[in-house]
């Protein structure tokens, strides 16, 4: 999902234009009430730039849709170092969830799907900032 996002931003789209993107990087991953996740059903998404928001370029690759977002508010648990190790990353999201169900907000949030977000490059190595949002209803 990122290298056809990454392509996409680099110039493989119509007007073959680099497109400044914004952080963070977001990965929708869906799960079950088990926290098992669906490892081939997630979505990656960039924010791209206010330049570019209005007239998004097209795409050279179908597979990849440009949409907007509606607002939303989320419940947020940050962190740091690289996101790359799924019991982490699942162990975050129980910490989150079982926060929210001790504050009684356990039936405030969409509980089918969270997003990670990513909000530094792949090279930053240290004080990095990523996220596990919960989405409020």
Known sequence: GFMKLF???SGCNNKH???PIATPVLT????????????????????ISFK???NPPVPTDNTIVVSRCSSFSAYVVSFGGYMKLVPQIRH???K?????E???????YIKDYFYTAVY?????ENNRHNGIWLIKK
């Open 52 to 54: 570019y928001q209005g």
């Open 96 to 100: 989150l969830a079982d926060a929210l």
């Open 28 to 47: 929708k991953v869906y799960y079950n009430l088990n926290g098992q996740f669906h490892p081939s059903n997630f979505t990656v998404s960039f924010f």
């Open 7 to 9: 392509n996409y931003i």
């Open 102 to 108: 001790r504050d009684g907000l356990g039936k405030s």
């Open 92 to 94: 975050d999201v129980k």
């Open 120 to 124: 530094d490059n792949p090279y930053v």
């Open 17 to 19: 234009e680099e497109i």
